[in-house]
């Protein structure tokens, strides 16, 4: 602000501000938290593709007769089972009992929902593997194009209960279920082998479904987040948690300059300059509005008025999965054991058996 209309007094008040704000935006430029969050999501990427990489083997094996390289099945597969896991929640929750085919999927998605519920959706922002997709997808989409298109507001207020619906409808379906009637679905042929079924499913797309997931792609490319932000039912249900989680991200209007680098930053598109607390279900947690803030206390993750840091979350959502895994494993519920002749006889017909 000095120049040759500025008085020395006028100097020595806009200096120290100027100062401060250097500074500042040098501390912001050294936040690892983006970093650490970007690390966690090839991380836990990089264990699902070798998940995938083992099932598919271990599917394999039973397709060709019992030919080839044997793997064990992998049960962190069942993570990819969010219906059965549920249904699961729901026997197990009703009847007191562990059920005996899926549970580790249970495990996982009890997991997620604490992640939730302590830190907000940073299940969404650290770990699952489909948010880390289509983010990757989102930023490609603005490295071709040089930039993301923002729907309309009419728009994005019209489509954004669609997650909800569909939740809805998952919820409206299970729920109401009897435990008897849940039992005799996980016991059935198309239950006993629903991952196969979920592997077969992208193994061999039917034309709709190439051409629905073409459109999701391109989709993604084009707008930020779209799967997330429109049409995830699990991120819907993790985001009903997150509404009462004790963490929320606080801005400081004292400290506040009013620059809206926090909006801009924010892949939720959340107005985080415009609020005093960010309630919404749709913050994942990810702190980008938090790294991008240039003003040091004016925009944090607080509990109580205490501040989180970012590696906090990112700890609490691999630390929650990973004692999770650990409980599973040490109460002998994580393993799915089948006798060998009930793989054998159900594998190579998986095509057959349809939704009961």
Same mark, same amino acid.
């Given at each position: ?40 999501? *090839? ?50 929750? *009703? ?19 604490? *992640? ?50 569909? #939740? ?62 429109? #049409?995830?039912?699990?991120?819907? #249900? ?15 209007? *004292? ?102």
């Amino acid at each position: 602000m000095s120049g040759p209309y500025t008085s020395r007094a006028e100097t020595a008040v806009y200096e120290p501000t100027r100062t401060r704000r250097r500074k500042d935006d040098q501390r912001r430029s050294r936040d690892l938290t983006p970093r650490l969050r970007r690390w966690g999501q *090839v991380a836990f990427l990089a264990l699902n593709l070798w998940i995938g990489a083992e099932f598919y083997i271990w599917v394999r094996y039973w397709e060709r007769g019992e030919q080839g390289l044997y793997v064990s099945r992998p049960p962190g597969v069942e993570g990819w089972l969010p219906i059965a896991s549920l249904m699961n929640l729901k026997y197990w929750l *009703v009847t007191g009992d562990v059920p005996d085919h899926h549970a580790a999927g249970m495990f996982l998605l009890v997991a997620f929902l604490l *992640v939730a519920w302590l830190a907000r959706k940073a299940f969404c922002s650290w770990l699952c593997p489909i948010g880390t997709i289509s983010e990757w997808l989102w930023k490609l989409g603005r490295h071709l194009f040089g930039r993301t298109t923002r729907l309309p507001r009419w728009v994005d207020l019209a489509l954004r209960p669609a997650k909800y619906l569909l #939740l809805g409808f998952f919820l409206w379906v299970i729920l109401p279920m009897p435990t008897a009637a849940i039992r005799a679905f996980l016991d059935s042929p198309y239950g006993l082998i629903a991952d196969v079924k979920m592997l077969n499913f992208f193994r061999f797309l039917s034309p709709t479904a190439a051409i629905v997931l073409t459109i999701l792609i391109v989709l993604s490319l084009l707008v930020q987040n779209f799967w997330c932000r429109y #049409l995830c039912p699990y991120g819907a #249900l993790l985001g009903l948690l997150a509404a009462i989680s004790p963490m929320r991200i606080r801005r400081n209007p *004292v400290s506040c300059i009013d620059c809206g680098k926090c909006s801009r930053a924010c892949p939720s598109w959340i107005p985080v300059d415009r609020l005093l607390t960010v309630r919404t279900p749709e913050c994942t947690g990810c702190y980008e509005c938090v790294a991008g803030c240039p003003v040091r206390d004016a925009l944090g993750m607080e509990v109580r008025r205490r501040v989180v840091p970012g590696w906090v979350v990112g700890a609490l959502a691999w630390g929650i999965f990973l004692v999770l895994v650990v409980v599973a494993r040490a109460g002998g519920y994580w393993y799915t054991e089948l006798p060998p002749e009930v793989y054998r006889e159900l594998i190579p017909r998986a095509h057959l058996f349809r939704h009961p």
